[in-house]
């Protein structure tokens, strides 16, 4: 079993900064990509940031440098820097992890963290 918790939300300023980090543990041989996704009330969830085990990014155009996505293999984290932070960034943030779990097979499973509330305040 794999699991991926979030932490770092909160209320924030318009303008203001938030670090995000996430966390994978369990049964983990290595991870492939890794993502940051968020879902504001009444909408669907979005992709906000995504990282590749090679360090490829992909970002939202709403986030596009304001935001970065990181990673570190040895801890298998991803956190995501938030700065310029804006009322539309306001959404339950989550985590995702697409995870190998055996030497064995190159098959592969994306989990899910249970989300962290962003709110930003005007």
């Known amino acids: 079993q794999v699991q991926v918790v979030e932490s770092g939300g909160g209320l924030v300023q318009a303008g203001g900064s938030l670090r995000l980090s996430c966390a994978a543990s369990g049964r983990i041989f290595t991870i492939n990509d890794m993502g940051w996704y968020r879902q504001a009330p009444g909408k669907q969830r979005e992709l906000v940031a995504t990282i590749t085990r090679g360090r490829i990014t992909n970002y939202a155009d709403s986030v596009k440098g304001r935001f970065t996505i990181s990673r570190d293999d040895a801890k298998n984290t991803v956190d995501l820097q938030m700065t310029s932070l804006k009322t539309e960034d306001t959404a339950v943030y989550y985590c995702?992890?697409?995870?190998?779990?055996?030497?064995?097979?190159?098959?592969?499973?994306?989990?899910w963290g249970q989300g962290t509330q962003v709110t930003v305040s005007s």
């Open positions: 995702n992890a697409d995870v190998r779990t055996s030497y064995y097979s190159y098959g592969s499973t994306v989990y």
